[in-house]
């Protein structure tokens, strides 16, 4: 009898143990899927992300980036393709006159490869200081430090230096607005070390210029964005019989005297194959990273690809965000080419003076349902 119960309860605990177990690996698998879930809408948000940073250098290489300024993809002054410089001779960034067959980035048929991470040390790199070079004022009694102010406590808002020189808060020739220690400038070079003369020797110039391009290890491989510019065949709305028509050519967009070369088509992805179309461009442009077609082919199965189709625009939007006011009156001391954030002092009369940003915006923005021919 007591053999039989000891059984039982063998079995009895053995089945518990075996409940236990299978409840384990369903909460096991159940977070595992939870995570895979996670981790698919953390590459699809961050391949949208890519989107605006793609628009965003669209906009700006429309005007910078060549080693001079330029006047738009197409040029503002009479629609040629661009980007063109200022001057007579209104040259394209290779310095030729007119774009050939088989031209690099930015020709029309041209491709501009952007994997995205943080730098080390971006170019030109400055300080997060909020006040880098701030104001000393003490309360009223105190002593004035060097360089520094005293508070003078009677309600009026003014401040005294140490000969009794006292600046008010207006825009006359005692201004609070015209004081300051300029011994240390803004904005602070992140290469400087606390306590150094700035401005920085001309030795260390390069560093701060050329900041630290290594990416960090965690940003490495998270998202790109490859942009290629359309050939005007690409948008005429004809059936060429010497060309791959995209699908999308359905509308002729070519107006003017010149073609329209300000529409692109734009990869935003997320994952490791540093925005390069297939493995044999990726052995051409990083050669080395992917041993082999089976190796990049499981880089690309883990991503997020979304396709779309842009086109810049010289014009703008509202420019609310931007605005300024702007002074207009003869107040002494306060001159009408003065502009500020908001009117002060509010005694002035103002002008509401709406100024806009300098590399136009996008027009209009398409997605695409499948891969496109050329991208």
């Not at 906009?59 to 993809?73: H, L, N, V």
Request: charged share 20%; hydrophobic share 35%; proline share 9%.
């Amino acid at each position: 009898m007591n053999a039989q119960r000891q059984a039982s309860t063998l079995i009895v605990v053995s089945g518990l143990a075996m409940l236990m177990l299978s409840m384990g690996l369903a909460f096991l698998m159940r977070m595992r899927g939870d995570a895979q879930q996670a981790g698919d809408v953390l590459k699809d948000a961050q391949a949208r992300v890519m989107l605006v940073a793609a628009m965003s250098y669209v906009c700006e290489c429309s005007r910078i980036g060549w080693g001079k300024e330029t006047f738009g993809w197409n040029d503002v002054r009479d629609h040629s393709p661009g980007p063109r410089t200022l001057g007579p001779v209104r040259s394209l960034p290779n310095g030729a006159l007119t774009w050939a067959a088989n031209d690099p980035w930015p020709a029309p048929g041209s491709i501009a490869r952007c994997p995205m991470y943080v730098m080390e040390r971006p170019p030109y790199a400055i300080k997060p200081l909020t006040a880098p070079n701030p104001i000393m004022i003490v309360a009223a009694g105190e002593p004035i430090p060097d360089g520094g102010y005293q508070d003078s406590a009677d309600g009026t808002g003014r401040i005294i230096d140490k000969n009794g020189v006292a600046f008010a808060n207006d825009y006359g020739a005692n201004s609070i607005h015209r004081i300051g220690d300029f011994s240390r400038p803004d904005p602070v070079p992140a290469i400087a070390i606390a306590g150094e003369t700035l401005p920085l020797p001309a030795v260390r110039y390069p560093a701060f210029r050329d900041g630290d391009p290594t990416p960090r290890i965690a940003t490495r491989e998270q998202g790109w964005f490859r942009v290629y510019r359309e050939d005007p065949r690409d948008h005429n709305g004809v059936d060429d019989a010497n060309y791959e028509d995209p699908y999308y050519d359905t509308i002729d967009i070519n107006q003017g005297t010149y073609p329209n070369v300000s529409v692109f088509v734009v990869a935003c992805g997320s994952g490791a194959t540093l925005a390069c179309r297939d493995f044999s461009e990726a052995q051409v442009v990083y050669p080395g990273l992917f041993f082999d077609q089976r190796l990049f082919d499981l880089a690309r199965s883990d991503e997020r690809i979304y396709w779309y189709r842009v086109e810049w625009t010289p014009f703008l939007g509202d420019n609310t965000q931007d605005s300024l006011w702007e002074n207009q009156s003869t107040r002494a001391g306060v001159t009408a080419s003065e502009t500020y954030l908001a009117p002060n002092p509010p005694d002035v009369t103002w002008s509401y003076s709406p100024v806009g940003g300098h590399f136009g915006s996008i027009r209009w923005i398409q997605r695409l349902d499948r891969e496109p021919p050329r991208w």
